[in-house]
């Protein structure tokens, strides 16, 4: 059977992946390489595309309409014909902390049968700060509901992932084996939070609605799990976690957080304190739980997911970002690259976004969107920029633009709000001079890999620890 893509798949890869180092840089990490690509010159976006096509017909890449809409529903979680073609990675923990926030094709195509697995309880419970300075229950189901589909949407969980029914004032689901906890742990709850936030962005104090989460993982596969009542001592395990009188004493704590999570005992042990897909361990804390499956006390874990800044928070990768209370988008970072450069710039943006944050590059503004205003609106709504340091990005005018403005609101740099990063050898002058760099001059993949990690986990944590010991620098024997 001829491995080709459709008419509508052709003209989606043409729209998103509309220039020549975008396409190159997929069909590399689909697995053809640069030298076995047809050439751009002279083709349109289109032409490109449906050459493409034809070789995948003759076979030059084994499984290669799903590879390469894999790589593309990764870039683009949204895009419908990319994931309903491709589907979505599911079990994206990658095993390992070294793995973090790399994405394997495995969620399966939409219809299928999920797979067996652990059965996974997530119960959700609105919330407010009542004027006496308690927690009051808040009726917001329908509210929840929108809130917690579009969460599972952008974090690229297959339709049907969870399933849902009222419990109180809240709601109790059930998430199918065929998703890796990692990523409801990590991407889930981030995409909670980041919801949350933007919801009550705009709102008074006594009008927020706060969540409590409990999630808790069950050794019951998911055939059982789909066809078991809701209460199954599992799902009462989890509305147990969310009840639990510390996490209600956290959220009163820290007026200022939107979500509060309590995990099981094994949940946090298998991808929590493995630092799975960004999670930090050092966000929570042990409590003791009565949970009436187990008859005593257990252990359980509660934290204010996004409380500390890391490098290594994952995410989604998805252009379909969170709407800030304003209505505007809001970026980690903006990556600031001279045209000439444009390899550097999507490399370092896709490093980024394979560790958790949301970036902003030119090259990946898709048709239709006036680069203008979306530089303008990026510039103004990112926490950072990091600039690619070249010779051509110091003769480059526009991007002198890019930087200064940026350098103005933080003119001390007490906020590292601008991050410069040494591609080649070049030499600063001026105000940039004074801005120290991580330098991957030289460095090959890998290692520029490793620098970049350790220089922003730096940069974002304002504090530099070595992976070993120094050296004792006491006296020396003379010989």
């Known amino acids: 059977m001829t491995d080709r893509l459709s008419e509508n798949e052709v003209a989606a890869l043409a729209t998103a992946f509309h220039r020549a180092s975008q396409a190159a840089q997929l069909l590399e990490r689909a697995g053809i390489d640069r030298s076995r690509q047809p050439s751009w010159t002279g083709q349109s976006s289109l032409e490109f595309w449906q050459e493409i096509d034809n070789l995948l017909s003759l ?39 070294a793995d973090n926030g790399r994405r394997a094709s495995s969620r399966p195509p939409a219809g299928t049968r999920p797979q067996p697995g652990p059965g996974l309880f997530l119960a959700v419970d609105p919330v407010r700060i009542s004027p006496a300075g308690s927690l009051a229950p808040v009726d917001w189901q329908a509210g929840l509901r929108e809130i917690l589909e579009r969460a599972t ?17 809240g709601l109790l689901s059930v998430i199918h084996g065929g998703v890796s906890p990692a990523v409801v742990v990590a991407d889930l709850v981030r995409e909670l939070v980041r919801m949350m936030t933007a919801h009550n962005g705009a709102r008074a104090a006594a009008d927020r609605i706060r969540l409590r989460l409990g999630l808790y993982l069950d050794s019951a596969t998911i055939d059982e799990a789909a066809g078991a009542d809701f209460g199954r001592s599992a799902a009462v395990a989890a509305v147990r976690l969310a009840d639990a009188p510390a996490v209600g004493r956290l959220l009163l704590e820290s007026r200022a957080a939107d979500v509060a999570v309590i995990v099981s005992s094994s949940l946090f042990e298998s991808t929590v304190r493995p630092g799975l897909r960004g999670l930090d361990p050092a966000e929570f804390h042990p409590v003791d739980v009565h949970i009436p499956s187990g008859g005593h006390d257990q252990t359980a874990w509660v934290g204010l997911p996004g409380s500390r800044t890391a490098f290594d928070d994952t995410p989604s990768l998805t252009p379909d970002l969170p709407e800030a209370a304003s209505g505007i988008r809001s970026w980690d970072f903006i990556v600031s690259v ?15 976004e394979s560790n958790g944050h949301y970036v902003h590059l030119q090259a990946w503004v898709v048709a239709g969107e006036h680069w203008v205003h979306q ?20 003769r480059a005018p526009r991007v002198q633009a890019e930087w200064a403005t940026v350098w103005d609101t933080d003119r001390a740099g007490v906020n590292r709000r601008l991050i410069p990063v040494r591609v080649e050898e070049c030499r ?52």
């Open 59 to 97: 076979g030059i890449l084994v499984d290669g309409r799903r590879r390469i809409l894999d790589v593309a529903s990764r870039a683009y979680p949204a895009n419908r014909i990319f994931a309903a073609a491709a589907g979505l990675a599911v079990a994206r923990d990658g095993g390992t902390s």
């Open 153 to 169: 949407e952008r974090c690229g969980l297959p339709p049907g992932a969870l399933r849902s029914q009222e419990r109180g004032a």
């Open 338 to 352: 001279a045209s000439e450069d444009d390899g550097w710039g999507q490399w370092l943006a896709w490093e980024l």
């Open 375 to 394: 530089l303008d609106t990026a510039i103004r709504n990112s926490r950072r920029m990091v600039i690619v340091l070249t010779e051509n990005y110091l």
């Open 428 to 479: 600063p002058e001026g105000l940039l001079r004074g801005i120290a760099y991580i330098d991957l001059v030289g460095l090959d993949d890998d290692a520029a890999k490793a620098t970049l990690r350790r220089g922003l986990e730096a940069s974002l944590s304002g504090r530099f620890r070595p992976d070993t010991p120094p050296p004792f620098p006491g006296p020396r024997r003379r010989s």
